[in-house]
């Protein structure tokens, strides 16, 4: 996965939860006000409703003394009743305005005197210490408070009236408190000791709501907390599943690009190593594909189990491994990457196991995983080229994948456009030292880029595929210059085209090349096909065939290079080629002329015996010209004669002023 869909996958998750957070925290804060408001109002009217019931029952104490007082028994029985039964009457004392007492009914026994003096009876008690006639002075209370009770908006109302709720509050906070309140009859006054407050059915029933309310918050909270945490639990069971690998049940790429990020974004001192089993397939098809997996799945442990907690290792693709390990010198990380492949190999003695490693240097913290990741694998696919199987990662890979990158995106418009152009380069008798052949070399004349070689870009064609294209449209132009001198009564020299070893996979290449020199006429001993030394390792018997047909239908065919790399005798020895081309490198350097000499002699020789002419490339000197004259070298194809050269100046030189020699 990459960063970027990493990143997109994050902020969905992101996205998929937030809305949930702020859902339920909106929710509960929309809940936990409406407990709030309701708590206030609960609380708030339990004081109210407190003081508006000890008003109504001392009210109707001084109901009852207004109406009872000329008859004692009947105030007596009515006030004993009255205490009994109500819960806000305590104690009723008849005073006179000096709270001298007149009759009391106590059922308490108290001394009235201490106790009053004590409390002193806010209510109803004027500042000069005057009785209050309590039904009209009070009336504004009760009016609020009743509303309240009916309209809960009046609560504003209530706060505002501050003296109320002081007062209601005062009647909760001190429930036994004195009233003192004037009856009809002047001298005779009430003084009530009021009991604990009973709480109305509005409290009990604004309680019940709260803590319905409440309830509501806690579950939805819970509920939704459940949610949340499922939801969590939810996601990193997807994420697990997203972060490992199905194969060794290890790290995947996804985790280790993650992770090494956030390991290299705090210390940059790291190497990353890729690590590839070779030959995997081929042990796939050899043990099965299920043996295949538990060997990559053992491999995972064994590597698992050789890094610290602060290295990572994961399984990336097929049967390639990723590495994060501690940075040091690259003698000691070589050291390292040995004994890891060493207890990777000594695990399993009865297989052997191959390993190619790439490593590539993390330099700042800023450094891209996917990047280093693409840069050590570059170094793997170097590994043919090193002798050892750890290769370190070096720019100029980077620099090479780049511009094997422009050539790939411009070869097709490249081939469309003719900017591939056909240059010949002169082949001289050795003898007589006239030009007697040539061999066709391409350059491509690139629009922005110039004149290429085609060292920088025929191997890329040859990995890609693309030689094909390229040595079809070779042979086609040259076979089209062929006939064009032809028609002009020009007397051809043979032209050789380089033939790459991928056209050996078809099984028609004779017929296809015939095809394409057919178009234009051209007698066929007027093209000769060079095969490079690699097309003799692959399917012999299928290139021995081409080689026949291609020879029977009277063209000449070469072998290129020979002599260069692993080129064995046993190829001229199968094969029934007309001619062999030594490669260069024999006259190249001083230090082992001799040797070289000795060698390029009796390889002529040998060739000869064998019927096939020879061509020595790369002949840059008289002192060559002359030995390879002794040496009875029938053609020399060099700078000394001539470097390749576009068909006009070629034209010049083979038509111009020295006409060929009829052979
Ligand atoms: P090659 O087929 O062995 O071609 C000979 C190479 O040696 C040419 O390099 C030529 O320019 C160079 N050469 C000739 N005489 C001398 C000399 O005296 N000194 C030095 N230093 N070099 C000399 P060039 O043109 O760069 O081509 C390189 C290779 O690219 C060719 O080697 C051939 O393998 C390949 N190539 C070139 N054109 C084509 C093509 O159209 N198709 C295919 N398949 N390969 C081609
Ligand atoms: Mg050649
Ligand atoms: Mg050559």
Redesign the pocket.
């Known amino acids: 996965m990459s960063l970027k869909k990493e990143q997109k996958i994050k902020r969905l998750r992101r996205k998929a939860l937030l809305p949930r957070v702020i859902s339920i925290i909106l929710v509960d804060i929309i809940l936990a006000s409406g407990a709030v408001f309701f708590g206030v109002l609960a609380v708030l009217s339990m004081f109210t409703d407190t003081l508006v019931h000890h008003y109504k029952s001392c009210n109707a104490v001084v109901q009852i003394v207004n109406d009872y007082l000329a008859d004692e028994d009947a105030l007596f029985d009515k006030i004993i009743e009255i205490e009994k039964r109500s819960d806000a009457i305590g104690t009723v004392y008849l005073v006179d305005d000096d709270f001298n007492v007149i009759n009391s009914f106590d059922n308490e026994k108290i001394d009235f005197k201490k106790e009053f003096s004590i409390f002193e009876a806010k209510r109803n008690l004027d500042k000069n210490g005057i009785f209050r006639n309590e039904v009209e002075e009070f009336e504004d209370i009760l009016i609020a408070v009743e509303n309240l009770n009916i309209n809960f908006l009046n609560i504003y109302s209530l706060l505002f009236k501050k003296e109320i709720l002081d007062e209601a509050i005062e009647s909760v906070r001190s429930p036994t408190g004195w009233f003192a309140l004037k009856t009809e009859n002047g001298g005779v006054n009430v003084c009530i000791k009021t009991a604990y407050p009973v709480y109305s059915t509005t409290y009990n029933m604004l309680a019940l709501i709260e803590l319905c309310i409440v309830a509501v918050i806690l579950s939805t909270g819970i509920y939704e907390l459940k949610k949340i945490i499922f939801y969590i639990i939810e996601q990193r069971k997807v994420s697990k599943l997203v972060y490992t690998d199905i194969v060794t049940g290890g790290n995947n790429k996804e985790f280790f690009i993650k992770k090494a990020a956030k390991h290299i974004k705090k210390n940059q001192n790291y190497i990353l190593i890729q690590l590839r089993l070779e030959k995997y397939r081929n042990y796939c098809t050899a043990y099965g594909v299920k043996e295949g997996e538990d060997l990559l799945e053992d491999l995972y442990n064994d590597l698992a189990s050789l890094i610290n907690s602060k290295e990572l290792v994961a399984h990336l693709e097929k049967a390639d491994f990723a590495l994060l390990l501690n940075s040091d010198t690259d003698e000691k990380i070589e050291e390292r990457v040995n004994s890891i492949l060493k207890a990777l190999g000594d695990a399993r003695q009865n297989q052997h196991l191959l390993f190619s490693v790439g490593i590539c240097r993390v330099e700042t913290r800023r450094d891209d995983v996917e990047n280093l990741l693409t840069s050590s694998g570059l170094a793997i696919t170097k590994r043919s080229e090193s002798a050892n199987n750890i290769v370190w990662f070096d720019t100029s890979m980077k620099e090479e994948q780049v511009w094997e990158r422009h050539i790939e995106d411009d070869m097709e418009k490249a081939l469309e456009n003719h900017e591939f152009t056909v240059?010949l380069?002169p082949k001289y008798s050795t003898k007589e030292e006239v030009l007697s052949a040539a061999?066709?070399?391409?350059?491509w004349i690139h629009p922005e880029l110039g004149f290429i070689?085609?060292?920088k870009f025929?191997p890329i064609f040859?990995r890609n595929g693309f030689?094909l294209k390229?040595?079809d449209y070779?042979l086609d132009e040259v076979a089209k210059q062929q006939a064009k001198w032809m028609q002009q009564g020009k007397k051809l020299v043979p032209i050789s085209?380089?033939?790459?070893r991928a056209h050996f996979a078809r099984y028609d290449l004779a017929e296809h090349i015939c095809s394409i020199v057919d178009a234009y006429q051209v007698p066929h001993e007027y093209i000769e096909l060079?095969l490079?030394e690699s097309a003799f390792f692959d399917d012999k018997s299928a290139l021995l065939e081409t080689v026949k047909q291609l020879k029977n239908f009277g063209f000449k065919v070469s072998m290129?290079?020979f002599g260069a790399g692993y080129s064995s005798l046993n190829s001229l020895k199968e094969l029934p080629l007309d001619i062999i081309?030594l490669?260069?490198e024999f006259f190249r350097g001083a230090d082992d002329l001799e040797r070289s000499n000795l060698i390029v002699g009796d390889t002529i020789s040998l060739a000869k015996k064998l019927g096939m002419q020879i061509v020595a490339?790369?002949?840059?000197t008289r002192e060559q010209v002359d030995f390879l004259a002794k040496q009875n070298c029938d053609l020399i194809?060099?700078?000394?004669f001539a470097?390749?050269l576009p068909i006009n100046e070629f034209e010049e030189r083979a038509y111009g002023k020295t006409e060929i020699p009829q052979a």
Request: charged fraction near 30%.
């Open positions: 240059y380069q061999e066709a070399l391409v350059r070689n085609p060292g025929i040859e030689i390229l040595d070779m085209v380089n033939v790459s060079e490079t290129d290079d081309k490669d260069a490339e790369g002949i840059e194809q060099g700078f000394y470097k390749p």
